[in-house]
């Protein structure tokens, strides 16, 4: 009897030992699942909150609630706490999110009281009005400012598409006045001013003007054209470029063909016309604005070069080009400190525009949009870039001006 005693209370340890761990395996179980779920709703509650910022117009408020009310009523239970972090500057929301956790074996889970998760989404994408886009990502510097040069662009954003860690360099007292920033790499410099804090390693966007066909190109229409008087030009194609030194030119509406040579306005030169395009092909076809000339025009309305007032060929063989992916040398030049008037889209895929003089640029237009390869702002010019779309009757191309494709994403 003694022996089957002993039997039966070593089977009961056993049993007992057995559903022990039995239990405690459970347990990690539970726990593990429970992290999870804490995981999932805390990053739903920050995606669903992040989307908030282009609905409620950052506010914090209303951005905050949303992400409560997700873990309220999500499967964690209403024992469930949020702590919601919103940071409108960066349009990111941080969540964390706490739930009350029971142990079926409390002595081997003593510490376990609660399990917790937190995550942090941002918004990011196409937002507002788009006016400059930096296309670059092989370059060092998309976007540098220098001495005293400023770029206003009070309602729209700015994108530079370069992943460097100096994707945007602002340096010395030059400053930058935007709705947004995004830059797919990172920021460098000192700026003195009112810069916004740009949204870093944000993802890159793509060419909105890419698939945009070229203009016919005939036979010359005239060859190495230097106007030094007043004049009135007719489109057509100008072979070797076209030259205005010291002379008055007014342009009748229709697309300019520059090929091979640039488009050159010194000596006090001027040029005004309405409803005009240039297409910069071939050797050499650039822009060069130099100090004191004189510019005011406006884009095409109709036709293949609507909305366009300069685009450069992409596959246009300069020397100036892209070097071994790091730098892009030369490019197109506005010296101006009197081209107040640049309406419509001005855009060089495959080039740099410098902007180098000391007055406001593009200030009296009723809107204005770049795209190139890369800017370089120097001395002290300011590059305004208006947004006042319903004033003029020239179309902005797709893909820019007023656009709405944003995304809320995880972050970390």
Known sequence: MEKAGNVALTASVAFGAMML????????????????????????????AALEFAISNNNADMIKAVAEAYVDTSSLGSEASAKVVVDTTANTVKVQVEAPFSALFPGQFSSTKAVSA????????????????????????????????RLTANSCAIYSNSIDKQSMYVQDKADIVADEIYLAGGFQGKPTGTLKEPVTDAPPIRDPLESRPFPYVGMCDANNKVVTDTQSLTPGVYCGGLSVEGGTVTLEKGVYIIKDGPLLVTDGGSVAGDYVGFFLTGTDAKINFDTDATIDLSAPKTGTMTSLLFYADPDNPTSDKEKDGKKLKGGHVIRSDNARRLVGTIYLPDDKLTVDGNQPVADQ????????KAFELFNGPN????????????????GVGPVDNQTPRLVN
């Open 21 to 48: 761990v039995a239990g405690i395996a459970v347990d990690f179980a539970r726990v593990d699942n429970e992290k999870k779920i804490a995981q999932s709703v805390a990053d739903n509650a920050a995606l669903s």
């Open 118 to 149: 937190s995550a942090t989404a941002q918004l990011t994408g196409q937002a507002g009005n788009v006016c400059m886009i930096g296309l670059s990502n092989g370059i060092k510097r998309t976007l540098t400012m220098n001495k005293e040069a």
């Open 365 to 372: 237009s009723e809107y204005t949009v770049i795209i190139a």
């Open 383 to 398: 590059l305004v870039l208006n947004t006042d779309y319903s004033a003029s009757d020239i179309p902005v191309p797709e």
